[in-house]
């Protein structure tokens, strides 16, 4: 089983940046393609990219390709979403799903999911 827990959300302008951490728990991390989703008021689970387990491979959603990029620390289960460019309709609560199978940016794909971390961008 994996435990995961996101961190780094905040309040910022638009234009700014900020960092999201997904700290994971237990020795199988590496074995795990991991993604991340948001979801902002009144809408659905909304998927913002994802990275294969190895850190080889990453995909993205047209709506953040080019402005947020996805790394991961398997040394340090941790994987990391870099947001640049923020912009006011990136406001959600973003979350850090593993899946054993594959990089896929369905969340049903998705075996374990953390608690989620604010992030809003003020216009």
């Known amino acids: 089983q994996v435990q995961l827990v996101e961190s780094g959300g905040g309040l910022v302008r638009s234009g700014g940046s900020l960092r999201l951490s997904c700290a994971a728990s237990?020795?199988?991390?590496?074995?795990?393609?991991m993604g991340w989703f948001r979801q902002a008021p009144g809408k659905g689970r909304e998927f913002v990219g994802a990275?294969?387990?190895?850190?080889?491979?990453?995909t993205y959603a047209d709506s953040v390709k080019g402005r947020f990029t996805i790394s991961r620390d398997n040394a340090k289960n941790t994987v990391y979403l870099y947001m640049n460019s923020l912009k006011p309709e990136d406001t959600a609560v973003y979350y850090c799903?593993?899946?054993?199978?594959?990089?896929?940016?369905?969340?049903?794909?998705?075996?374990?999911w953390g608690q989620g971390t604010q992030v809003t961008v003020s216009s």
């Open positions: 990275i294969s387990w190895n850190g080889g491979s990453t």
């Open positions: 237990g020795r199988t991390f590496s074995r795990y393609a």
């Open positions: 799903a593993a899946n054993l199978l594959q990089m896929t940016g369905k969340a049903d794909d998705y075996d374990y």
